[in-house]
């Protein structure tokens, strides 16, 4: 893995072992490179998990807060369900923590409280975003997250 | 073999993850985004293990656990959960999941588990499997086979057992086509694999296409899921096409096409899915005669007539009838915890008899003889064959060898036999075998009665073993027998 640098640099937790990131970094490197052995070809591999993440990441963005405007609880739990699954792959724990609040906000149908929480998921899905970007193998960054697929693009 | 898992995950992070994880040459896996999908993914082709995210838009993860184990009870079903959500792993378990992993997810431990579903779901295949031939009935020693004819047969069944080649069975009726279809599958590498028999008279033409080629969701009315047809179901192993001389012309045609191109076309289905089946085929007619008068596809014969097996009636080969009824004699002695022998005037009378019906007849005249009898001695009075028994049947005209690959006049004996069959019925005669049947029907009766119905009580009484009784009663579909209580007080089963 080459060494990220920039902002994204800040955003990457070295915290290995406990893999603790909340307050720390946006992605765990630990977990990524777990995630990276773990299995033959783990580079490109992990350059398409990044991709499918980061593509999906505006769609589920948008899915929440059209579910918070449309007051739809349920759909709000299993959109925030759905993105925290993709962002704990990555340790992003701080965007796993916010989904799990949504989540649960959707579970109790207590939308009165997911407004507060719309700007910082914004602020931390870029974050995320940024981190995992500079990650990637080939360093493919795009300004705005639409990272160029490298392989393939699957429905959601 | 080629195991089949569905992967059930609404993020395409974890579905690339989990694909990639799970990916193996011998493994096909489908994903699907949701429960439903998942559901209708299962209908078109059943899995062998199903990898499951808990929470899902349309159908959650313990209701899409629940519809697959009310289609295949026990199916193993791996459901992912949360990282510390206890109620949601103790639920998922609670609710019969085969495992649990939870979320973000351990490459290994999703690897590890999924492999021990597979293990155990061909453990539990191969159990089932081996636990049937434990039942002692297709071990090669408890075979019965004196004669030299029999002895040459099951030299020759084991030979053709290592081999895949297709298998014809040709006999009269009784004389163990399906004992032989069995053995060769059971003394191959295939054993642990499932052993499918078919009867191909026993469904109509279209059912017939649809019992054995499978049919997909709508593909008629009642179609109400996709099922997997005789040939799917013995993937791996052996299928046994009974009566194959009875197909219509129409189906012949659709059956050569499955064994040419070795894949099968599900009613109402466009895509065709390869099989990996031996076949094997029996018939009690002449399958050569009728391919001479055109009622049969010559092409097919000779796709199916690989390896003809030719099997002699019963009365063409004498020296197994005393084997034979003395096997049955102990089985059925020992379950009733007896020892009974025949006197020797009834192993006369056994050797006497022409056994129109072949294995089948002679089964049953000890089992029904066991049930008359009050002593542990077999007399002829409790065979009760002298009216049945004519003196021996000539010889035939020329011994049918049964390692030759000429198939025999085996439409002469049928021919012989039926004409039999219909002289005994204008005497009158015929009807003694039920006349019999029906004596220990009622002697059977009447120890229900006595007993009040308990069954375990009246087989000890009659001192038969339970098994006989309840086979000699499934045999009579129960119709000689009027069971005084439908409960059981007391049964043990």
């Keep these: ?72 609880a349920p759909d709000l ?35 009165a409280e997911a407004s507060a929480i719309l700007d910082p998921l914004g602020r931390e899905s870029a974050q995320v975003r940024d981190a995992l970007l500079a990650l990637k193998s080939n360093h493919l960054d795009t300004p705005d997250g639409a990272s160029p697929l490298s392989h393939r693009s699957r429905p959601v | 073999m080629t195991h089949r898992i569905l992967i059930v995950e609404d993020n395409a992070v974890d579905q690339r993850l ?45 209701e899409l656990l629940d519809e697959l184990h009310r289609r295949v009870p026990g199916l193993p079903v791996i459901l992912v959960t949360r990282f510390g959500s206890i109620s949601a792993a103790v639920a998922a378990m609670q609710a019969g999941a085969f495992d649990y992993v939870t979320k973000p997810v351990e490459v290994f431990e999703l690897q590890t588990r999924v492999k021990r579903a597979l293990e155990l779901d061909q453990l539990q295949h191969e159990n089932d499997t081996l636990r049937q031939e434990l039942a002692g009935r297709f071990g090669p020693d408890s075979v019965v086979a004196e004669s030299i004819d029999s002895r040459k047969l099951m030299e020759l069944v084991r030979r053709i057992a290592a081999s895949h080649s297709t298998v014809l069975i040709q006999g009269e009726s009784g004389t163990g086509k399906e004992l032989v279809a069995r053995l060769v599958h059971y003394w191959s590498d295939r054993v642990g694999r499932p052993f499918v028999a078919v009867n191909c ?154 056994w129109p019906g072949n294995v089948r007849e002679l089964e049953n005249a000890i089992e029904r003889a066991v049930v008359l009898t009050r002593a542990d001695i077999i007399t002829t009075a409790d065979l009760m064959l002298d009216r049945l028994s004519g003196p021996l049947p000539a010889p035939p005209a020329a011994a049918i060898p049964i390692d030759n690959a000429t198939p025999a006049p085996a439409m002469n004996e049928a021919e012989q036999r039926a ?74 089963q």
Excluded: W
């Design chain 2, 201 to 354: 008279k026993a469904f109509a033409e279209s059912v017939l296409e649809s019992e054995l080629f499978g049919h997909e969701k709508g593909a008629f009315t009642g179609a109400i899921a996709a099922r997997q047809g005789c040939f799917e179901r013995a993937s791996g192993g052996t299928l046994l096409l009974d009566e194959i001389g009875d197909i219509s012309p129409e189906f012949q045609a659709k059956l050569l096409r499955v064994l040419q191109e070795g894949e099968v076309l599900r009613v109402g289905g466009s895509e065709p899915r390869r099989i990996n089946v031996r076949v094997v085929a029996a018939t009690n007619s002449s399958l050569q005669a009728k391919v001479a008068a055109g009622r049969f596809r010559e092409d097919l014969y000779f796709r199916l007539n690989v390896i003809p097996i030719q099997l002699l009636p019963l009365r063409e080969r004498r020296e197994d009838i005393l084997a034979l009824a003395r096997n049955f004699l102990a089985r059925m002695a020992a379950e009733a915890g007896r020892h009974m022998t025949l006197d020797l005037e009834a192993a006369e009378m056994l050797l006497r008899h022409s």
């Design chain 2, 419 to 492: 004409q039999r069959a219909t002289a005994l019925e204008d005497s009158g005669d015929v009807g003694l075998s039920e006349y019999l049947d029906k004596a220990a029907g009622e002697r059977i009766a009447r120890a229900l009665a006595k007993t009040k119905g308990n069954r375990a009580e009246a087989a000890r009484n009659l001192g038969i073993g339970r098994a006989t009784l309840y086979r000699f009663m499934r045999r009579l579909g129960n119709e000689s027998i009027a069971e005084p209580h439908d409960n059981e007080p007391g049964e043990r």
């Design chain 1, 1 to 72: 893995m080459s060494p990220a640098n920039g902002n994204s640099a800040r955003a990457i937790s070295s915290a290995a072992p406990g893999e603790s990131t909340v307050g720390e970094g946006t992605v765990s490197r630990a977990r990524i490179d777990r995630l990276r052995h773990s299995m033959p070809g783990g580079d490109s591999l992990l350059d398409e998990l990044i991709d499918l993440f980061v593509l999906d990441l505006p769609t589920r963005l948008s899915a929440i807060a059209q579910a918070i405007e449309r007051a739809d």
């Design chain 1, 77 to 111: 739990a299993l959109q925030a369900h759905a993105l925290r699954g993709g962002a704990a792959n990555f340790g992003a724990c701080h965007l796993d923590e916010l989904c799990g609040k949504l989540e649960q906000i959707g579970v109790r149908d207590a939308l």
């Design chain 2, 18 to 62: 989990f694909e990639q994880a799970l990916s193996d040459p011998t493994r096909e896996i489908e994903i699907c985004n949701d429960g439903r999908e998942a559901l209708a993914a299962f209908e078109r082709h059943a899995a062998d293990v199903v990898v499951s995210d808990i929470m899902m838009p349309n159908m959650e993860g313990l």
